[in-house]
């Protein structure tokens, strides 16, 4: 018997790790509830990934499999449910976030040689998009090139029928928690995410090019709550994508090859998870004001753009990539928040939270040395108002004192231009004693 230990890979289709395992003959499916992980995470992720783990236990079920579920570090559980059910051989996709690598290592200490790792999480597996000289890449348009030039992977169908396993009489297969969650949740399991998916391709893949950027985030495609936990297969996403074809298609691959780039950012640089990709921008004078945090993460900072992000992502775990760019935008460039800070703070809201994405999208926009994202860009969250969200409904909805309107509805929290030039001020500063001065 073998057993394959589900992590971000919560699906039965294109999962290398299950093909594998099945390849090698019967199989039982495994996943560990890791204190490590839950206990330092919110109520609405606990209960979406809960939710999912049980969507897979029917789908092994409806197939004539087994899941099994267990609590507690997984080098301890999974020597333990080895000995208990005599398995061959544990298969499992690789991860690659700096908790994930410490876990792995220590899964393999205590299972020497009975690990095999797959690839499975990404498109393209962190570390594997290398510059010529073999080195990684740091700017995506260079990353982008490659990643969009290399063989695509092979799909993989999932199993019809689980081949029959004998589990010892009266075994105990585990318990899924339940929690209510703080907020409305998707549906879950593989196949809403697959249905998902196909009203997606169909009804706004097409003008995807043209209303991604909005602020309602009425264009974009609400998949990355499934791919966070690896429900929906991005490879299979890609090629569906693909094959629809246009170039609203083109720009929405783009965006997971954005999150291949995250992942092979943190695989390469861990201390992103706390330090600025580029050292220097430490040196910025953080704020350290709780009220003025409170204010930025409760969504009452006066600035009608900001507040609604904030407040949206509070009541539903989401906010699109350009709301995103802006709270980070404020939060690093003009309130002067320490980022780290932020950054985890507004994770733990985001249903879709995951580690890679979030710190680059968070270095990327607060201008801390990922890409190209100079930073002396500084957005004016008056203009983002007007030119994503142009009527105000959408600012309407969220805060409803602005009446819709883009200026600030009661006296803000920070005086925007004297913070963009407190900010210039600073950045130019550190730029300057580095030897890299100021361009525009």
């Known amino acids: 018997m073998n057993l394959v230990w589900h992590r971000a890979d919560l699906r039965l289709h294109d999962n290398p790790a299950l093909s594998e395992a099945l390849k090698a003959g019967p199989a039982v499916g495994l996943v560990v509830f890791d204190p490590n992980i839950l206990q330092n995470t919110t109520p609405r992720r606990r209960a979406w990934f809960y939710q999912n783990v049980a969507a897979l236990r029917e789908g092994y079920m409806r197939r ?33 976030t700096p908790y994930a690598r410490f876990r792995d290592r220590k899964v393999q200490e205590a299972l020497p040689g009975r690990v095999r790792w797959l690839e499975g999480q990404y498109i393209h597996e962190p570390g594997s998009i290398l510059k010529p000289d073999g080195g990684p890449y740091t700017v995506f348009t260079p990353f982008s090139k490659r990643w969009w030039a290399a063989q695509a992977p092979v ?6 029928r689980f081949p029959g396993t004998t589990l010892p009489p009266e075994y105990d297969l585990g318990t899924t928690p339940e929690e209510a969650p703080d907020i409305p949740l998707p549906p879950a399991g593989e196949e809403a995410a697959l249905g998902a998916l196909e009203v997606f391709l169909r009804d706004k893949l097409p003008h995807y090019h043209q209303t991604r950027d909005g602020l309602a985030g009425e264009g974009v495609s609400r998949l990355s709550y499934y791919f966070t936990l690896g429900v929906l297969s991005p490879r299979l996403a890609a090629r569906r994508a693909l094959e629809v074809g ?11 090859c954005w999150r291949d780039f995250s992942g092979d950012l943190l695989y390469h640089r861990p201390q992103m998870l706390n330090s600025a990709f580029d ?9 350290d004001d709780r009220d003025l945090f409170a204010a930025w993460l409760q969504g009452y900072t006066g600035i009608p753009v900001v507040d609604a992000c904030m407040r949206e992502l509070r009541a539903t775990g989401f906010l699109s990539n350009r709301g995103r760019m802006v709270v980070a935008q404020f939060a690093v460039k003009l309130a002067l928040l320490p980022w780290q800070q932020c950054e985890r703070a507004f994770r733990d809201l985001l249903l879709d939270g995951d580690n ?26 008056i203009t983002q108002a007007e030119t994503h969200d142009p009527g105000g409904a959408w600012l309407r909805r969220w805060v409803p004192e602005s009446d819709g309107r883009p200026y600030p509805y009661k006296t803000p929290v920070l005086d925007l231009e004297l913070a963009r030039k407190r900010y210039l001020a600073a950045a130019e500063k550190i730029a300057k004693k580095a030897g890299a001065g100021i361009s525009s």
């Open 155 to 160: 799909l993989l169908e999932a199993p019809p």
């Open 246 to 256: 246009g170039e609203g298609a083109r720009k929405w691959v783009n965006e997971l």
């Open 279 to 287: 050292p220097r921008w430490d040196d910025l004078p953080w704020n």
């Open 64 to 96: 004539g499999g087994s899941l099994l579920v267990r609590t507690g570090l997984p080098w301890e559980v999974l020597p333990r449910v080895v000995g208990e059910l005599g398995v061959k051989g544990v298969f499992a996709v690789r991860n690659s």
């Open 356 to 381: 890679a994405s979030n710190l680059q999208g968070w270095h990327w926009a607060g201008g801390l040395g990922v890409d190209a994202a100079p930073y002396f860009r500084v957005f004016n969250l």
